[in-house]
């Protein structure tokens, strides 16, 4: 062997040696957050999804959505109680997301996630839930509502993706998860995503957040740390590439809509803008309104006091109308 070979040997071992280390410290880092933040509720089989939900209260029911790299814990961090003394308050999380298992060839896209929430709404026995969705939990809550239009009575939306950004940019938060190479995000999401995420956590956080200051509690209450889990990575950034495959045809059939839609958004939002995602939608649809707030994009954490009052008036708005 010559000296060339063994440098290449050499050097292709200890990068063997440093990706196992990665991957070593990841697995341990996800098995202490499994620990740590166990699942609050139960586990539903619907539409080819391992559903978890989370339930709370009695009364007329209510379905939440969370959005992109999230999990249902958005929601119970501060909105669920609030609403859950006049309402069965059912939070899930999306398929692939937080503890509920979408199959590895199961489609990502906006309209089979439809589907099976779709699917969840009749094996819970939900009737026309109002539904509640927050960023990318907002076109998919739009989408349930566009192609099946007999599972929702009305819409509460939330800081909602409702059109594809003009320049096609995900926001630089979610940079890290454009990797398309089915084969290569895996890679990343065993080795750099953990550490990754540790390194670039304030800057991440920061734009998440912003304006609005982070809760120092957000990590375990709000389920943060659940996000450094590999499985979560992989399955965030299939969910955002998954997006342009459908969202345009949603976006032409929103003059279809015939429910009651609701707006929230922070007026100084760092990842969806609300003149683009916000008045755009209430443009297209008829007796849509729009609600502006002082804040960021993380209401449900950031204002779940706001959040769950603007949620509350909008679905008693619903009950009124029928």
């Known amino acids: ?23 070593a410290f990841t697995w341990w880092t996800a098995r202490r957050i499994e620990a740590g933040l166990p699942p609050q509720g139960r586990f539903v089989e619907a539409g080819g999804v391992r559903f978890h939900v989370h339930e709370q209260g009695e009364g007329p029911a209510l379905l939440l959505i969370h959005g992109l790299a999230g999990q249902m814990r958005h929601f119970t961090y501060g909105v669920t109680e609030r609403l859950a003394s006049q309402h069965r308050v059912v939070t899930l999380d999306r398929p692939g997301s937080g503890y509920s298992v979408r199959g590895e060839a199961t489609p990502a896209d906006l309209s089979t996630q439809a589907a099976a929430i779709a699917a969840l709404i009749d094996t819970l026995q939900l009737g026309r839930p109002f539904v509640v969705g927050h960023s990318l939990g907002g076109a998919i809550a739009l989408t349930l509502a566009v192609e099946h239009p007999q599972r929702v009575s009305g819409l509460a939306l939330v800081a909602p993706l409702t059109h594809l950004p003009e320049d096609s940019e995900p926001p630089a938060a979610f940079k890290a998860l454009t990797i398309a190479s089915p084969w290569l995000r895996k890679l990343f999401a065993w080795t750099l995503a953990v550490p990754g995420s540790i390194a670039k956590r304030e800057a991440v956080l920061g734009q998440v957040f912003g304006p609005d200051p982070v809760p120092r ?30 969202l345009p045809a949603i976006v032409e059939r929103y003059g279809e809509l015939r429910v009651p839609v609701s707006v929230l958004f922070g007026r100084k939002d760092r990842i969806l803008d609300w003149q683009r995602n916000g008045q755009a939608l209430v443009d297209k649809v008829g007796g849509a309104t729009l609600k502006l707030v002082n804040g960021g994009h993380m209401l449900p954490v950031t204002d779940p006091e706001s959040t769950a009052g603007f949620i509350a008036e909008a679905a008693q708005h619903v009950r009124q109308e029928v």
Request: glycine share 8%; aromatic share 8%.
């Open 1 to 23: 062997m010559t000296a060339f070979q063994i440098t290449i040997t050499t050097a292709a071992l200890f990068v063997l040696a440093v990706a196992g280390l990665l991957a």
């Open 217 to 246: 509690d957000f990590a375990t209450r709000g389920g943060g740390l659940l996000a450094l889990r590999p499985s979560h990575f992989i399955a965030a950034s299939v969910d955002l590439q998954a997006v342009p495959e459908r």
